[in-house]
Structure formats: C-alpha cells, structure tokens
C-alpha cells in the first residue's frame, strides 16, 4: 500500500512538472508573430547574460536556435549551466525560464533550415549555405530550449 502512495505521488509531481513546461497561449502566439527571440543565459555566477537576440523556429513546443559553438549560449551549456530565459520579440517581451541543450538532428537541423527560409524570406538567402555547411561540419549546431 505505502509503495502505491509513493508511486502515486511521483507521478503526481512528474505530471505538475509537465503542465508546468508548457507554453501559455499568450506566449505561443508571441513566438508565431515573432521575428526574434532575446535569451539570457546562465553565467558561472548563477545570474543570466546579456540578452541576445536571434533567429528561432518552435518545433513540439521548444525553441530552436542554430548557432556557432563558439557563442556564449553554447560554451555554458556545455559547462552544465542550462538555464535560460527566453524574451519573445524583444528584450522585455513575453519571457519564459528554459532549459538549454544541444540536439545533433539532422530532421530538426531541416526543419530549422525550412522554417528559416519561410520566416526569414529577406535574409536567408544570404545565410543558408552557411547554415547548411556549418550543421555539416560542426561550424553550427542545434540549441533546444524546453520551458521550464
């Protein structure tokens, strides 16, 4: 009996946590109106960067980025400091508190890719080869950021 208490209130808890890491509808419909996304992430400190804003698409309720590994965003991931905030539209805009992770997806890098090329239309042509050989070789790589 004391073990289905137990496993009750784990899941319990595991499905707060769930419902706690979806997106309002105010926040969906800012990231389907936005050009841009502001994240702050976390530095050694435990405070968070400078916001930074950049191209994004939103697949199964994370943001996407594609980004160098040399940015900031990337070395702290790397050094176990996920957290992030992510502004939608500008830097005081609607904002949510993530989770940052590289994704190696070649059908997630596509998507990123083809979603770019329709909520870009000006700029990609001047940045999609550079997209598409960087996911290649390394030079770019895939950034989720999952609400917290």
Sequence with gaps: MRHRAVACCVLFLALA????AVLS???EKALAEAHY???QSERKGGALGKPAEIWFFVDGGKVYVGTRP???RVKRIKAGRTRA???VGSPTGPAFDATGALVKDPTLEAKLMQAYAKKYPEGWPRHAESFREGFRSGER???SYTPR
């Design 37 to 39: 996304v502001y994240i």
């Design 85 to 87: 905030r992510i502004a």
């Design 25 to 27: 509808p105010e926040l």
């Design 17 to 20: 946590a769930i419902a706690r």
């Design 141 to 143: 790589v895939l950034v």
């Design 70 to 72: 040399s940015s900031w």
